[in-house]
């Protein structure tokens, strides 16, 4: 997944000051105004030490201020790894994962998801597995005598996920 941020100055027109509340009425998002951009978060954060764009604080900010289109449609949102590292050594106790984990909810809702992530949803929602194995590969363990896999639960996963709205965008498109 390219790491793509918006560099584009910001401008005033594309702050919305109702997007903090909205943030902060869902689960995990409740702290989200604590958060006086200290830094602990990314200096902690495993993902941002490899990352020349990845900085929960910047998400934190983007979220506080407004930036509703400009975090929802960023990239890196989607780079966390849900560690926890950040939650646990936040001084304010804000929720910082969570807040990540609400942002790409509002981001799944509009179907703004990378396309690797469409592609494996697909992939589980058909075979039950994240990564649909070839059949080639299937062939092989048998030549090679080993046991053949376990079948993914797909009808088991649809019925979880009924009425998730990503997955309607997932059917709208028809990928
Ligand atoms: S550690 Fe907490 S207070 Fe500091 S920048 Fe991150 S979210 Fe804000
Ligand atoms: S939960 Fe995400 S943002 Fe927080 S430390 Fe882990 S990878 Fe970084």
Redesign the pocket.
């Given at each position: 997944m390219a790491e793509v941020e918006n560099k584009e100055p910001i401008k005033a027109s594309e702050m919305d000051p109702k997007f903090k509340y909205e943030i902060a009425k869902m689960h995990g998002g409740e702290k989200l105004m604590?958060?006086?951009?200290?830094?602990?978060?990314?200096s902690d954060c495993p993902v941002a030490k490899f990352s020349e764009t990845y900085r929960?604080?910047q998400i934190?900010r983007m979220a506080q201020l407004g930036l509703k289109d400009r975090v929802l449609n960023s990239d890196t949102l989607w780079l966390c790894a849900a560690c926890f590292t950040?939650t646990d050594?936040?001084?304010?106790d804000?929720e910082?994962a969570s807040v990540i984990r609400v942002l790409r909810n509002l981001a799944a809702e509009k179907g703004i998801v990378p396309q690797v992530f469409k592609e494996q949803a697909v992939s589980i929602l058909e075979s039950g597995y994240a990564y649909k194995i070839p059949d080639l590969r299937i062939k092989k363990r048998e030549t090679l005598g080993l046991p053949p896999l376990p079948r993914g639960n797909s009808e088991g996963i649809k019925k979880a996920l009924h009425g998730v709205s990503f997955l309607k965008h997932l059917e709208k498109k028809g990928e």
């Open positions: 604590r958060c006086f951009q200290c830094g602990t978060c990314t929960p604080r934190i950040c050594r936040c001084p304010q804000v910082v």
